[in-house]
């Protein structure tokens, strides 16, 4: 007669021995698993399970609890995309023979957009340049450009024109620096995750302008993810 005979009949074995073995169904350490559970996580025994890991077995969360999760995902799903403005000054030197500068101005933090709402360009240390008396040639041009991130040399800043987003002047030999751009909701440049916003100053190789340093305010607004962690 086999081990699991009795009187001829076939019984179960004992949950925690193998099959026609006497051999123990689980190592030392070990919890044997309730048929048709599925994977069971073992946790210590003086903590609970969280919330989230009684979800996965409908049958450990109460109706109070249901109600709680419902309530809180739906609030959180209609929670406003976080908004921050941003609002600061960087420069650069302007290219001692071409007068040419690529100033970037702002990364578009991840899951973000971001809008352009106003930068104000300045030569402060220029003896000769100022509002009065104005950057203005036939061969000088400045302007706003979208990129995409990265690093650009004041030689590629022809380049950056790929991108241009504004300009100045506005008529051939007009006044560039000095110089502000302004945008409203319906018509600030707006770049996302990857894109970057960038100055960039075709110097015409004006002696005025070599050697200078370019001061750029920049104001930029950024909805999403990243607004709150972005830097400029």
């Known amino acids: 007669m086999g081990i699991y005979e009795n009187e001829g009949l076939l019984l179960e074995p004992p949950a925690h021995l193998v099959i026609n073995t006497s ?13 048709g559970r599925g994977t069971v996580e073992l946790t210590h025994a003086k903590i609970p399970p969280s919330l989230f890991e009684r979800l996965e077995n409908a049958d450990g969360i109460d109706p109070a609890e249901r109600a709680l999760i419902y309530t809180a995902l739906s609030a959180y799903d209609r929670q406003p995309a976080a908004q921050r403005v941003f609002f600061f000054t960087v420069g650069d030197q302007t290219d001692a023979t071409t007068g040419n500068v690529v100033i970037p101005l702002f990364d578009c933090p991840g899951d973000s957009e971001a809008m352009v709402t106003q930068v104000t360009v300045d030569t402060p240390e220029s003896a000769t340049i100022n509002p009065s008396a104005p950057l203005a040639n036939a061969a000088v041009y400045a302007f706003l450009s979208i990129m995409p991130s990265g690093s650009y040399t004041n030689a590629q800043a022809s380049t950056m024109r790929q991108g241009m987003v504004a300009f100045a002047p506005s008529s051939a030999a007009g006044p560039t620096i000095p110089g502000q751009w302004t945008f409203g909701k ?16 075709i110097g015409g190789s004006q002696a005025s302008i070599t050697n200078q340093r370019i001061r750029c305010t920049v104001r930029v607004n950024v909805v999403g993810a990243g607004a709150s962690i972005a830097t400029n």
């Open 186 to 201: 319906e018509n600030a440049p707006v770049f996302t995750t990857g894109e970057s916003l960038f100055f960039t100053l």
């Open 23 to 35: 051999l123990p169904a689980t190592t030392p350490g070990e919890t044997a698993q309730p048929e």
